[in-house]
């Protein structure tokens, strides 16, 4: 038989992929979760009030973009189907949003955290730490949510940051700004291929390497 090999950035892709569900459908999770708790019960009526990932899954956003952008070589980027949430529910609507889009990101971070005591655990074994993949599992588990904690709290529409600034500074500026459709894609873009975006990646350097030092992995 024929030896195949597949490419290294293709096992890398395969592998983050179903990381990549598990960590967007825990993000809406929380999301609606959170709108539970405080009152609103439009997710779970929708069925989004669980941890599957296919209840969550976007098919353009979740698996065709992530195909596209690891196709062409783009920056990799997706998204779950976002979870509903109807304010009218709310005792008190600018703090209970603000706690509910927050539950997102920060579902993000607990994973982050999670993942880098296992990193810990892993990279410390004497006999586990020396099965490369499995570390590399594990680091890209971290990788992955660090990005999705910071990249979701920028403040451009339509990420959970945007939301976040009118929930805090509610006025009319604000609520234009978080109205602005289609072209605070263009704006997210832009950020994404511009200069910024190395100051971006630094800072989920910075966040990685401080969450698998205190969970004391001795690299």
């Given at each position: 038989?024929p030896d ?15 990381l ?56 990799l ?5 976002p979870?509903?949430?109807d ?79 009118y ?20 704006i ?13 990646a630094?800072?989920i ?13 001795k690299?």
């Amino acid at each position: 038989m024929p030896d195949i090999k597949i490419s290294e950035k293709l096992t890398v892709f395969l592998i983050f992929l179903p990381l990549f569900f598990l960590s967007i459908a825990f993000h809406e999770f929380a999301h609606a979760v959170m709108a539970y708790r405080k009152g609103d019960p439009t997710a779970k009526s929708q069925g989004r009030l669980t941890l599957n990932p296919l209840k969550h899954i976007d098919l353009f956003g979740s698996v065709i973009m992530p195909l596209i952008s690891f196709s062409s070589g783009l920056a990799l980027i997706g998204w779950a189907k976002p979870v509903p949430v109807d304010r009218r529910y709310f005792k008190n609507p600018l703090k209970d949003d603000a706690l509910v889009t927050f539950a997102g990101p920060f579902s993000n971070l607990i994973l982050c955290l999670i993942f880098s005591l296992l990193f810990s655990f892993v990279y410390n074994h004497p006999s586990l730490g020396q099965n490369t993949i499995l570390v590399r599992i594990v680091f890209l588990s971290i990788y992955l949510n660090a990005f999705l904690f910071l990249f979701n709290l920028l403040p451009i529409p339509p990420l959970d940051g945007a939301h976040l600034l009118y929930d805090l500074f509610p006025n009319e500026h604000t609520a234009r700004y978080l109205n602005l459709g289609m072209y605070g894609s263009f704006i997210l873009l832009f950020f994404i291929y511009s200069p910024l975006w190395h100051y971006f990646a630094y800072t989920i350097n910075f966040m990685i390497q401080s969450f698998i030092s205190l969970a004391g992995a001795k690299l």
